[in-house]
């Protein structure tokens, strides 16, 4: 079934330390993977993506590796600071009735100590 | 700000009622999703529209149910609420809708309370 697992569900680092998160999918049809932070009280904004032919992507202190073989795929997150602190969420895509849709993992809990 | 607006920001209602939630598009976009997130959960997908039409559906139920209007914006109608459906209600636009590799911009939320 449509299923995407992400770990760890917290994460608790000190400012300046790298941070990871992981995902696994289901669907080795799913082919694009983008990432969400949710801050307390907001929507989830989208901070990286990345499609099913290039296996890493960066964006500043933010990258997304993918490994299509064993359908996984993770955030790094370098020189955290206090203001990444939020929830993160991971996603895949899943073909539906014709459709794509976004599953998404349970999301992973960030907190960057000062 | 992505550009997606939702109203009311809270409600609160008592278990049996009805609730109806708005969700404005960014400018431009076509696609209309909504999803729900209960406390601790992750985003469930709930059901897609696309200009005007059903596309998708997750795993909505059948006390629930949406439509799209023609200036785009959607309502996500709650029905028979239990107090298990309390949750916080998140809509999403994107252009089309039809592309697995196209941006869903989030909207702020609408926090439901069934007491």
């Known amino acids: 079934g449509e299923n995407v697992e992400q770990h760890p569900s917290t994460l608790s680092v000190q400012e300046g330390d790298s941070a990871v998160i992981k995902c696994t999918y289901s669907?080795?049809?799913?082919?694009?993977f983008p990432w969400y932070k949710q801050e307390l009280g907001k929507g989830p904004q989208l901070i990286i993506d990345?499609?099913?032919?290039?296996g890493e992507k960066k964006d500043q202190r933010i990258a997304v590796t993918l490994n299509k073989t064993a359908k996984h795929f993770s955030l790094h997150i370098t020189e955290t600071q206090p203001e990444d602190s939020a929830v993160y969420f991971c996603?895949?895509?899943?073909?539906?009735?014709?459709?794509?849709?976004?599953?998404f993992g349970a999301g992973t809990r960030l907190a960057v100590h000062p | 700000d992505s550009g997606v607006t939702q109203t009311p920001k809270h409600l609160i209602t008592a278990t049996g009622q009805r609730v109806t939630l708005r969700c404005s598009p960014r400018?431009?976009?076509?696609?209309v999703y909504w999803y729900q997130q209960s406390l601790d959960q992750g985003l469930q997908f709930l059901i897609q529209?696309?200009?005007?039409?059903?596309?998708a559906k997750g795993n909505i139920l059948e006390r629930f149910s949406a439509q799209q209007f023609p200036d785009l914006h959607s309502e996500l109608n709650l029905s028979s609420l239990e107090l298990g459906d309390s949750a916080l209600y998140f809509c999403?636009?994107?252009?089309?809708?039809?592309?697995?590799?196209?941006?869903?911009?989030f909207g702020p939320g609408t926090r439901l309370l069934v007491l």
């Open positions: 669907d080795s049809a799913s082919n694009y």
């Open positions: 996603a895949a895509s899943f073909l539906s009735g014709g459709y794509n849709k976004l599953i």
């Open positions: 990345i499609r099913s032919n290039v």
């Open positions: 529209y696309y200009n005007g039409e059903e596309r």
């Open positions: 999403a636009s994107s252009f089309l809708g039809g592309s697995p590799q196209e941006t869903q911009y």
């Open positions: 400018s431009g976009d076509l696609s």
